[in-house]
């Protein structure tokens, strides 16, 4: 069984910062990677980062040098530290986890319920 808790969103000025957590309680699982996907509205939802087990970290090209993603393994949580924010970032975050569940075959990739951040100019 998966779960993951979400915190960190709210409303900032243009310039400010955020971080979010996302605590993942699992199972007979094991986590592969974590991150953020982010759906701003009328868009598809996108990655914002990542981090892989072995904390290899992937970023979008608009959030590079401004976000930073760091990884408790082990407590399974996930942090996305956002600096300089922008009205563009505005948006609904999600964080996943991918990865393998024991006995079965197959990646598995579990999100959680959103957290919205809203960046005012």
């Known amino acids: 069984q998966v779960q993951l808790v979400e915190s960190g969103g709210g409303l900032v000025q243009a310039g400010g910062s955020l971080k979010l957590s996302c605590a993942a309680s699992?199972?007979?699982?094991?986590?592969?990677?974590m991150g953020w996907y982010r759906q701003r509205p009328g868009n598809q939802r996108e990655l914002v980062a990542s981090i892989t087990s072995g904390s290899s970290t992937n970023y979008a090209d608009s959030v590079k040098g401004r976000f930073a993603i760091s990884r408790d393994t082990a407590d399974n949580t996930a942090y996305l530290q956002m600096n300089n924010l922008m009205p563009e970032d505005t948006a609904v975050y999600y964080c996943y986890i991918g990865g393998r569940k024991y006995g079965y075959s197959g990646a598995y990739t579990y999100w959680g319920q959103g957290t919205q951040v809203t960046v005012s100019s």
């Open positions: 699992v199972s007979d699982f094991s986590i592969g990677a």
